[in-house]
């Protein structure tokens, strides 16, 4: 049976589907990291520090209203696994220094493909034959992806 909330009976699923807030916007996961700053801020962070790194191919894709997880996807490129690692921790380092909390890693041993989660920014970093492989800029495709040149 489901529960009871009020004199509503809701079953579990509806129980664990995010609530609409009163700007129509569900509301924001409490396991996300919470952005601190606003996206357009954070991602122009992200994009100077690959930038000022030497990142290769750097696009930012905007995915607002197409996905709940993030607003903005950042992907670049590093010539080497040490790059992309050195990469990750600029990024990281200069999100904190702007004021974004919780700003997490993933992928850092290898540092083959590093995520690095900011809310509602998500970058990811590759090397060149492991960002070719996995093709991620194909499935984001039909949103506005802004290329830079390299």
Known sequence: MGVTEGNLQLSPEMKSTPVATDAGQPERDPNRPA???????????????LEDDKAEEIISIDIRG???FADMLVIASGRSARHVGALAEHVQQKLKEAGVKDVRVEGMPQADWVLVDAGDVVIHLFR???RAFYNIEKIWSGS?????PS
């Open 35 to 49: 952005p601190g700053i606003d996206v357009e801020a954070a991602t122009h962070v992200v994009l100077t520090s």
């Open 66 to 68: 197409r996905s709940s």
């Open 128 to 130: 060149p034959e492991v």
């Open 144 to 148: 506005h992806t802004t290329a830079l």
